[in-house]
């Protein structure tokens, strides 16, 4: 997503997130998932808010849909709160755990 810089495909993994996510996993491991969809469009100048906003409009009802759309204006996000680190690859910046 941000090795591309393309806000189509960092939408596309967003709604991804939102498909993919199970109730019984607790909203903290999908905030956790979603923490860096949120930093990278800050990072591509794209406003989060009115990203997750739009997701979560593409997930009608869903548990996933409510913590997107809350999750979006959130201004604490960083990838050390959600114990994430960034790193600089051969390949570009790339997120790791811990």
């Not at 939102?18 to 903290?28: I, T």
């Not at 009608?60 to 999750?71: D, K, L, N, V, Y």
Request: proline share 8%; hydrophobic share 45%; aromatic share 8%.
């Amino acid at each position: 997503m941000l090795r591309e810089r393309s806000p189509a495909l960092l939408e596309k993994a967003l709604l991804g997130a939102g498909l993919g996510f199970e109730d019984e996993e607790g909203p903290r491991e999908l905030m956790v998932d979603v923490c860096l969809h949120h930093v990278v469009a800050t990072m591509l100048g794209m406003r989060p808010e009115a990203l997750f906003t739009r997701v979560a409009g593409r997930l009608p009802g869903t548990e996933g849909a409510r913590i997107i759309r809350e999750f979006g204006p959130r201004d604490d996000v960083t990838p050390a709160a959600f114990a994430w680190t960034m790193a600089d690859t051969p390949d570009g910046p790339d997120f790791f755990r811990g």
